[in-house]
């Protein structure tokens, strides 16, 4: 973290914790998730909310007896209760002096790169001037297909992409246990973890109350991917107003998940990881292989064997080594046509044929490493020789 740079955290709030167990807002849990909220703003930390409950907050004004299961009774009750979240928020936030501004989002905004831009420009202009962003999906319009899953992944996505240092998932458990509690008063409960192993996967069950929707495992995947990029993560409850700051401090009633293992990676890198589409292939000799996984180097059109498809120069493609093994992703700078002119070719004919000096096809600050080899020795040396 630069020094200029302030702590951010992420602070994701569940249905089952702003709402009643039969639905409707609860203004008494939202206004005591605000205090927190707050005193985290006062201790000097930035913080981002995302916030889930639309659905919950909705379905009862709308004269559903249960939270909807169709795609239009969910979209409905978002639609009315998004509006009485945001109110509630705003109206508690004031008696603090703070102000909420309302983002909704749609997977089709990390997917398309300039949507992507726009969201971290905004997010980033609104924390720079001391607004609490409040983020949830936009549910009303989007599709079965084309969702987040559930708000545990997008306030991963979110940690990730503001490069938060902190991601907090309150919830109605206080953390993760070998078995869920609900149903199994003898669970013990997990309070570090330092890998997502698979034993861990499998311990998560679904959702709990009848107003949340993914349970343990959506969290437990979000917590992964957080992870993954160097984010902190804690899972759990609290009470009061200084239960974030608790959180923080180590004192929080849940689980907490660390490691000091991976770097973040830039939001540019993560959206050529996690969100663009590819749009085609490269295949690359093991010469290449090495400098872009080992060496640190830009990919060449010298170690270029294949192009495959029918991309343009700023696209996002997929490139696989001789027997298609996925090593990574990248943007080139070159049109497949073009590509598949100088593949192979060494750099002197290549400034001739492209007429430009600098002749990467993929430059590695925009490149992305997506090859996992357990024994990194081992694959070194296998394409080495
Ligand atoms: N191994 C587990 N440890 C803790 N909770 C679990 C586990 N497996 C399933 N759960 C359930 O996950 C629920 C929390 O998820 P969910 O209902 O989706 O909440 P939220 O609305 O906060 O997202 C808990 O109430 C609990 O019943
Ligand atoms: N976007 C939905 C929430 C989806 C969701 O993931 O809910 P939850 O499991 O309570 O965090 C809403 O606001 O109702």
């Known amino acids: 973290m630069d020094a200029k740079r302030k702590h951010r955290v992420v602070v994701k709030i569940g249905s ?5 167990p039969t639905g409707g807002l609860s203004r008494q849990k939202l206004e005591e998730h605000v205090s927190a909220l707050a005193a985290l703003r006062r201790a000097g930390h930035e913080v981002i909310l995302v916030s889930s409950g639309a659905v919950a907050t909705g379905f009862t004004q709308l004269g559903y007896p249960s939270r909807p299961v169709t795609l239009e009774g969910k979209q409905a009750a978002a639609a009315v209760g998004q509006g009485l979240l945001i109110q509630a928020y705003n109206d508690s936030l004031r ?3 703070l102000s909420g501004a309302q983002i909704l989002l749609t997977r089709d905004d990390f997917s398309k790169r300039h949507r992507y831009q726009n969201a971290h420009n905004a997010l980033n202009e609104l924390l720079k001037r001391g607004i609490l962003p409040i983020i949830n999906e936009n549910d009303c319009v989007a599709v079965d297909e084309l969702t987040f899953g559930d ?3 997008l306030s991963a996505l979110v940690a990730g992409f503001l490069r938060a240092d902190d991601l907090i998932i309150l919830t109605d458990t206080d953390g993760l246990y070998d078995a869920d509690p609900r149903t199994n008063p003898q669970a013990k409960k997990f309070t570090l973890i330092e890998e997502i192993t698979s034993e861990i996967e499998a311990i998560a069950g679904g ?4 107003v949340g929707t993914g349970g343990m495992r959506s969290k437990i995947n979000a917590a992964k991917f957080a992870l993954s990029l160097g984010i ?26 660390r490691n000091d293992m991976r770097a973040p990676l830039k939001a540019r890198k993560q959206w050529i990881a996690f969100h663009a589409e590819s749009d085609g292939r490269i295949v690359i000799d093991k010469g290449a292989a090495r400098a872009l996984l080992y060496e640190g180097k830009s990919l060449l059109p010298s170690g270029i064997v294949r192009v495959c498809g029918d991309f343009s120069a700023g696209q996002v493609v997929e490139v696989t080594d001789l027997s298609g093994r996925l090593l990574g992703k990248g943007e080139v700078n070159y049109s497949a046509a073009q590509l598949e002119q100088v593949k192979g070719e060494s750099t002197a004919v290549c400034r001739e044929q492209l007429g430009v000096l600098r002749v990467e096809a993929v430059h590695r600050d925009n490149w992305v490493t ?8 081992e694959h070194k040396e296998e394409i080495m020789q």
């Open 232 to 257: 902190h993560v804690f899972i759990g409850t609290g009470k009061g107003a200084g239960k974030l700051l608790d959180i923080l401090a180590g004192k929080g009633e849940g689980t907490y998940f």
């Open 370 to 377: 997506l090859y996992i080899n357990e024994n990194k020795e």
């Open 207 to 210: 959702a709990g109350s009848r």
């Open 16 to 20: 089952s914790s702003l709402t009643n």
């Open 151 to 153: 708000n545990d992944m």
């Open 95 to 97: 008696t603090y002096g």
